[in-house]
């Protein structure tokens, strides 16, 4: 059977099925393609999304994220040149941060860190009375609405800092 007589014979045996068959199919195939590509953009969308969320409620006006690598299924997370600006203070940024989580964890409200890579971050802490001064940002520690079910517990296993400085001063 020649590839002409093949094309031809699946093209009749599609006009053959009923109406409804081949709208399911269509609709199906359409549905997986969809799927395929929320599954390959959202991940990195919702990354920057709540990245960028979580630095404003910490006070910083302007955040830039270079590029993101998620790998959900495998739990590796690569952040590459990330900034943030609070509205007075020094920026705060770094080049790389690369770490592995376990998802289990995550349903319990604990981001458990198997390894963390940061590269290129500097910080300069200030504790001054009951303040914290990040960069020159103060930042609120506190819960907002006193609700203690909204904490988060965090755990890391392995931490890697690489041309990286930390400042610790308290007055």
Partial sequence: MTETNLAKNLHQAWNRQPSRRR?????LILGTLLVTAALAFLPEAGLRWGLSSAMQKL???ETHLASADI????GRL???SFQASPKIGQTLGLDR???????????KREVSVE??????????????????????????LKPSGGNQ??????????LN???SQIDLATQ
């Fill in 161 to 163: 800092l690489t041309d």
């Fill in 97 to 107: 941060l690369d770490f592995s989580f376990r998802w289990l964890p995550l349903l």
């Fill in 59 to 61: 006070g910083m006006a």
């Fill in 23 to 27: 709208l399911a199919a269509k609709v």
């Fill in 78 to 80: 690569v952040i590459r």
């Fill in 71 to 74: 790998a959900l299924f495998n």
């Fill in 115 to 140: 390894s963390l890579d940061l590269a290129g971050l500097s910080i300069n802490l200030k504790h001054e009375g009951d303040k914290l001064i990040v960069n020159g940002a103060p930042i609120d």
């Fill in 149 to 158: 079910g909204s904490v988060w517990n965090f755990d890391i296993s392995a």
